[in-house]
C-alpha cells in the first residue's frame, strides 16, 4: 500500500528558531498533500493544503509567514515552523493522496507525524 | 454546528464484546467516509472507508452508512485490548478544498 514517510519524528527546538519537517510519499506521486496539527486529546485540525507547483491553501487562523510550506516535487513537501514559540509545540502530521487509485473518494495515508517541542 | 460530530468518550467495553462507534455529518453531498484508529503518540491508521448506503465488513470491523441520516457507523465484535484507541471518523465535504474533515474522535477503552 501507500507510504508516506515523514521526518523527524521527533523535535526539540528553542523559542526562536526554526524547524523544517519534511514529508514525503515513496511509491507515489501526490500533486497535493495535507498538512495537520493535533493537539493533546484533540483531533486533527487541517493547516494547509500542499500543491506542488503552485502556493499552498491556508486554513482561515493560519499564518502563512510562520508556516512555510514548500512542495518542492511530485513526492516531497516541507512544512518549516519559523520562530517557534512554545505554544506551537503539538503533534505535525502530513497525508497525502494517492490520485492514482482515483480521485477524492481515495483514502488519505498518512506520516508518522512530527512531536514538536519548542522549550 | 459542527460538521463532523462524534461521541468523545470514553467508551469501556469489555473483552470480546461489541463495541459501536458513531458519527453524524452535516454536509448532504459528502460521498466518501473514513474510519481511521489513532493509539496514543501515533498517526491516525485506515481502518475502513465506505462509499454507499448499507453495511460493509472487514474482519471484525463493519462500517454502516445511512445517508438519508447523515450518520455512519463502525462496529468492532469480538473486541480486544489491542483495539484500545481513539477512533476517528472523516468524511469528505462537498465543494470544500478542504476535501476530508475529522470528527473529534471516539477514545475506546477494551477492557481485559
Known amino acids: 500500500g501507500a507510504v508516506v514517510s515523514q521526518h523527524p519524528s521527533r523535535v526539540i527546538c528553542k523559542s526562536g528558531t526554526s524547524v523544517k519537517i519534511e514529508c514525503r510519499s515513496l511509491d507515489f506521486q501526490a500533486t497535493t498533500m495535507f498538512w495537520y496539527r493535533q493537539f493533546p486529546k484533540k483531533s486533527l485540525m487541517l493547516m494547509a493544503t500542499s500543491n506542488e507547483g503552485s502556493k499552498a491553501t491556508y486554513e482561515q487562523g493560519v499564518e502563512k509567514d510562520k508556516f512555510l510550506i514548500n512542495h518542492a516535487s511530485l513526492t516531497l513537501s516541507t512544512l518549516t515552523v519559523t520562530s517557534a514559540h512554545p505554544e506551537d509545540s503539538s503533534f505535525y502530521i502530513c497525508?497525502?493522496?494517492?490520485?492514482?487509485?482515483?480521485?477524492?473518494?481515495?483514502?488519505?495515508?498518512f506520516g508518522n507525524g512530527t512531536r514538536l517541542t519548542v522549550t | 454546528q459542527k460538521e463532523v460530530e462524534q461521541n468523545s468518550g470514553p467508551l469501556s467495553v469489555p473483552e470480546g464484546a461489541i463495541a459501536s462507534l458513531n458519527c453524524t455529518y452535516s454536509?448532504?453531498?459528502?460521498?466518501?467516509f473514513f474510519w481511521y484508529r489513532q493509539y496514543s503518540g501515533k498517526s491516525p491508521e485506515l481502518i475502513m472507508s465506505i462509499y454507499s448506503n448499507g453495511d460493509k465488513e472487514d474482519g471484525r470491523f463493519t462500517a454502516q452508512l445511512n445517508k438519508a441520516s447523515q450518520y455512519v457507523s463502525l462496529l468492532i465484535r469480538d473486541s480486544q485490548p489491542s483495539d484500545s484507541a481513539t477512533y476517528l471518523c472523516a468524511v469528505t465535504i462537498s465543494g470544500s478544498a478542504r476535501q476530508l474533515t475529522f470528527g473529534s474522535g471516539t477514545q475506546l477503552t477494551v477492557l481485559p
Open positions: 454536509d448532504r453531498g459528502s460521498q466518501s
Open positions: 497525508s497525502a493522496r494517492d490520485v492514482s487509485q482515483g480521485t477524492s473518494s481515495t483514502p488519505l495515508h
